[in-house]
C-alpha cells in the first residue's frame, strides 16, 4: 500500500526559508518520479516540482530559481527546500508518486 507523508510545513516570515518532507513507503521508490504541489487557499491545486527517477528536475515558472526539489533514494524521501518564500506561496502543499497524494503541510507565509 503506498503511503506518503508530509512534513515541515510552518509559518515563515516573507524572504525566508523552509524545507519540506516526503516520506514514502509501500512501493519501489526509486523507480519512480514524485512532485509537489500545492494548493492556495480559495484555488485550484496547481504543480510545483517534479523530479524524475533519475533525478532530472523541472519547476514551475512561479518557483524556479527559489525552490530546489531532491530526493534521497536510500531513505526514500523526496524533499522541497523553499527560498526566499512569497506570501503568495501560502498553501497547502502535497506530495504525489504514482496516484496517491499525502495529506499535505501547511505553508504560511507572512508578509
Known amino acids: 500500500q503506498v503511503n506518503l507523508v508530509e512534513s515541515g510545513g510552518g509559518l515563515v516570515q516573507a524572504g525566508g526559508s523552509l524545507r519540506l518532507s516526503c516520506a514514502a513507503s509501500?512501493?519501489?521508490?526509486?523507480?519512480?518520479?514524485g512532485t509537489w504541489y500545492r494548493q492556495p487557499p480559495g484555488k485550484e491545486r496547481e504543480w510545483v516540482a517534479h523530479?524524475?527517477?533519475?533525478?532530472?528536475?523541472s519547476y514551475s515558472d512561479s518557483v524556479k530559481g527559489r525552490f530546489t526539489i531532491s530526493r534521497d533514494n536510500a531513505k526514500n524521501m523526496m524533499y522541497l527546500q523553499m527560498n526566499l518564500l512569497k506570501p503568495e506561496a501560502t498553501a497547502i502543499y502535497s506530495c504525489?508518486?504514482?496516484?496517491?497524494w499525502g495529506q499535505g503541510t501547511q505553508v504560511t507565509v507572512s508578509s
Open positions: 509501500g512501493f519501489t521508490f526509486s523507480t519512480l518520479s
Open positions: 523530479i524524475g527517477s533519475g533525478g532530472t528536475t
Open positions: 504525489r508518486f504514482i496516484n496517491t
